[in-house]
Nanobody, 114 residues
Framework: VQLQASGGGLVQAGGSLRLSCAAS????????MGWYRQAPGNQRELVAA???????SYADSVKGRFTISRDNAKNTMYPQMNNLKPEDTAVYYC?????????WGQGTLVTVSS
């Protein structure tokens, strides 16, 4: 299983970014995809998640600003980040939980300038 994240970049505060994470390999339909971030000096934290059934969950810090969706046919997850804040600056990682094993993407940097 491989995960490819894309869509990061530099954006001004209040702006938006749409990321994507595509999974390839032996993907079963029942899985869980999560979007994590890690800022310098901080631990990696779960930002948002979506199950294969479409159930979503969000960290309190991003509720109302971030949404996450997925296309099961493409095994791709799409985090939409709106009203970005400087504190959202981090490396964002996608994770696929499949049959009890975590698979991680390479990370994409999001920088929000004030």
């Amino acid at each position: 299983v491989q995960l490819q994240a894309s869509g990061g970049g530099l954006v001004q505060a209040g702006g938006s970014l749409r990321l994507s994470c595509a999974a390839s390999g032996s993907i079963f339909s029942l899985n869980f995809m999560g979007w994590y971030r890690q800022a310098p000096g901080n631990q990696r934290e779960l930002v948002a998640a979506v199950t294969s059934g479409g159930t979503t969950s969000y960290a309190d810090s991003v509720k109302g600003r971030f949404t996450i969706s997925r296309d099961n046919a493409k095994n791709t997850m799409y985090p939409q980040m709106n009203n970005l804040k400087p504190e959202d600056t981090a490396v964002y990682y996608c994770m696929l939980l499949l049959l009890g094993k975590q698979h991680w993407g390479q990370g994409t940097l999001v920088t929000v300038s004030s």
